[in-house]
Each structure stands twice: as C-alpha cells, then as structure tokens.
C-alpha cells in the first residue's frame, strides 16, 4: 500500500509541478505589467504636473498652436503677451460672456453645455461645442486642432490640472493673451 501512494503522489507531483509554474509564471506576467502600468501613469502624471504647474506664473513662451503655425506656414507669428493688469475688465467680461458664461462657478467643465451638445450634434447641420475657456486654453496651451476623441480626452486631462494647479485669474489672463481675437480687442482698448 506505502508504495502505490509514494507512485500516485509522485505521478500527481510530476503533472501538477508543470501547471505551478506555469501559474507562476502568469503571476509574474501579470505583476510585471501592473507595475509597469503604475510607471506609465505616474510618469504621464509627473510629466503633465511639470508642464501645467510652472505656467501658473511663467508666461508659455509658445503655445501648440504657434509652434504649429510656424512650422507650417511661411509667414511669421507674432505673439505679445497682455499682463492681467493690462486687461481691460470689460474684456474678461466679454469673454466670459461670449465664451463661457459658468465659468467663475464650474471646474473646467460645463456639464448641461456638453450635454446640449452632444445632443445637438447628432442633428445633421454644423456642429455645436461645449467647450469652457479652461478646455479651450487647455487645447491652444498643450494640443493639436484635430476634433477627435483622442484630443478631447487629452484636453480633459489638461484642463483637469489646469483647474487644479491655477486660479481662475491667471487661466483668464492665459486665455485672453494667446487668443487672437481678443488680442486684437486688447490691443484696440489700449491704443
């Protein structure tokens, strides 16, 4: 009888050591790629953290959109910034106005405009957005013009930070200085 349950445990050892490692190995697999989806993301979250931070007090040098237009275009971009203090109130007014009328009140994101929107563009006549200013200067700060799901979460995630890391103040003082026309508006008021 000893002998029969040494050969069936040594036959059940041979067929399961196999399958241990092979569990084993999945396990290691499956950590190795839990941990380097934790380095993605926190190098994706300490990336986007050093570009959006020092922008709440270092006017950007350039923008996606200028650096854009003067890889592609022959003519020169010009672009002078306007401090808060050379803004005329009625100009943060305006915008607020024209642009984004929730802005003082939301946190970079209008949901009932997103909402309308998104009702509005499944009609087949132009399409409408729902953009705050903060997605807006999320979009012409870091991204690409495209109008596509991959540049609307990216610009989600930026605004995101940009209503985390800044005041309302300074996000309006970067949107009116790198927004064309109301630069020109701003340059009208101070002449």
């Known amino acids: 009888m000893p ?19 092979e569990a084993k190995s999945r396990r290691g697999l499956a950590r190795a790629c839990l941990r380097f989806s934790a380095g993605m993301t926190i190098a994706v979250v300490a990336v986007t953290f050093m570009l959006v931070l020092p922008l709440r007090w270092i006017d950007p040098p350039i923008t996606a959109f200028i650096l854009r237009e003067r890889l592609t275009s022959d003519q020169r971009v010009y672009h002078h910034w306007v401090h808060w203090e050379d803004i005329a109130s009625t100009l943060a007014i305006s915008a607020v106005a ?14 009932a405009a997103i909402q309308q929107a998104l009702a509005e563009n499944r009609q087949p006549r132009r399409t409408r957005g729902g953009s705050t200013i903060s997605q807006q200067l999320a979009k012409n700060l870091f991204l ?7 540049r609307k979460g990216a610009e989600a995630w930026f605004t995101v930070w940009i209503e985390l890391l800044w005041l309302k103040r300074r996000i309006m003082e970067v949107y009116l200085s790198l927004d064309p026309v109301f630069l020109a508006w701003a340059r009208r008021a101070n002449a």
Request: net charge negative.
């Open 144 to 150: 690409w013009p495209a109008q596509n799901w991959s």
């Open 3 to 21: 002998v029969e349950f040494f050969q069936a445990w040594i036959i059940e050892d041979a067929v399961a050591a196999p399958k241990a490692k």
């Open 98 to 111: 024209a642009e984004d009328q929730k802005f003082p009140h939301h946190s970079g994101f209008d949901w």
